[in-house]
């Protein structure tokens, strides 16, 4: 480890080498592939989209004379050696695969500030004890392939990789299909086993909320990921048609499921916001959906999120017994379940990224994510996880390709540099 003053140049040269313009045109560049309509983006996972956005980054990497390496879901790995080349890496991760009309930086935000990070060592000619790497997650959203968070699932050893491979998109294509073509069109990538240990992870991300930006930080600076409850109501009632049907005659599930809704709503609202809960419809199905008709069945589920595990149990048996008491006419049926518990992120990561903000001066906010994320998935395996979040400025009015300010991603790419650079020199 290089001892402190010389560290500290090493830093500030770093910084400097962090190219904002590049960084910032990538960004631009890389959302137009899948670009539709109205700011909308398609980038399925392993599709032809998919494709030329690993090909513009691979040919960036080799540009550099970085290693390329892909595993058996076809995360790809872009690798700065290190001194020494057996110690587990430093990995700084994003994705490119998007939801259905996605965001247009979707993912890029990780994937491309892992890249600029690993330029910039090299710009500044570091060497590091350990290597650096940027990892592109496979199939994150998991809407083409089902489950999302796939590549990290499968890298942390929770999802088969063999029970994968026979997955189906809607066109009959074959999951074992599309990852043969990714390995033929990546041909000059080194294999790689999916279990190759990393020694930390560092997640940047585009903030999936106003909070941010609404709050003019700087950075997002995540501490856990928070529990998740659901509460499943299926209601059932009587079809029939409105107009002639009085209301003192009708059993409208749907109806009733809206007065549970409000229910349920105020009470979460009498919660005091230091709590940081969230809440509200997830899904929402009716039968039959017909024009004029009242519904016979309504399966509606209520989503709430806490960054305690206690207090989100505490509140799905409230939830739960308020709207049991409810005097509707439906037959109800209530289910409340925890889907995900509270997960914290690695103490000693946060307090070294919290230092290094406060030395940039940077305004930000320690905050708990309640999104599926890759970071989660890692941090569960025991891998020591940050993820720093970058202001979604969507959110204050501007159009998708101006939501990420050229200043914002400068600030989280020196901020996860810096990071990155002390954890691999340790």
């Known amino acids: 480890m290089p001892n402190r003053s010389k560290q500290s140049d090493d830093l500030a040269l770093l910084k400097r080498c962090i190219n904002e313009g590049r960084l910032f045109a990538r960004h631009q560049r890389m959302a137009q592939i899948g670009a539709l309509a109205e700011d909308g983006i398609d980038r399925a996972a392993f599709s032809v989209e998919d494709l030329a956005s690993r090909s513009m980054i691979v040919n960036w990497a080799e540009d550099r004379g970085f290693e390329v390496y892909l595993d058996e879901i076809a995360n790809l790995s872009i690798r700065r050696p290190g001194r020494d080349r057996e110690a587990p890496p430093i990995v700084i991760g994003g994705y490119i695969d998007t939801s259905t009309d996605g965001h247009a930086y979707e993912g890029l935000v990780g994937a491309l500030i ?51 491979r026979g997955l189906v998109d809607d066109r009959g294509i074959r999951l074992d299909d599309t990852l043969e073509r990714m390995f033929e069109t990546f041909g000059s990538a080194l294999p790689r086993s999916r279990l190759t240990p990393m020694a930390s992870y560092i997640e940047p991300a585009l903030d999936a909320g106003p909070d941010l930006a609404e709050m003019d930080m700087t950075v997002g600076l995540v501490r856990g990921a928070e529990a998740v409850g659901v509460v499943k109501l299926r209601l059932s009632g009587r079809t029939s048609p409105i107009a002639n049907t009085s209301r003192d005659h009708r059993r409208d599930p749907l109806t009733d499921v809206i007065y549970l809704v409000n229910q349920l ?11 940081g809960l969230r809440s509200g419809i997830a ?21 709430l999120y806490s960054p305690d595990d206690d207090v989100l149990i505490s509140l799905l048996e409230e939830a739960e017994s308020l709207v049991l008491g409810a005097d509707i006419a439906s037959v109800l049926n209530c289910d409340a379940v925890v889907s995900r518990t509270a997960r914290d992120f690695d103490d000693g990561l946060l307090e070294q990224v919290s230092k290094l903000a406060r030395q940039d ?19 569960g395996a025991g891998i020591p996880t940050a993820m720093i979040l970058v202001p979604n400025r969507r959110f204050l009015g501007v159009d998708a390709l101006r939501s990420v300010a050229k200043p914002d991603i400068g600030h989280a790419a020196r901020l996860i540099a810096a990071l990155a650079y002390q954890q691999a020199t340790e």
């Open 361 to 379: 001066s940077l305004r930000f906010r320690t905050m708990t994510i309640g999104r599926p994320c890759n970071a989660s998935v890692l941090s």
């Open 114 to 164: 892992g890249l600029e990070v690993l330029e910039a060592l090299e710009e500044a000619d570091l060497t590091t004890e350990r290597s650096v790497e940027m990892t592109v997650w496979s199939n994150t959203q998991g809407e083409r392939f089902g489950p999302p968070l796939m590549g990290a699932q499968i890298k942390a050893g929770t999802l088969s990789l063999e029970a994968c």
């Open 283 to 303: 899904a929402l199905e009716h039968d039959p959906f017909k024009p004029g008709t009242l519904p016979e069945r309504v399966s509606l589920d209520w989503v």
């Open 265 to 275: 709503e105020e009470h979460i609202g009498e919660m005091p916001p230091s709590m």
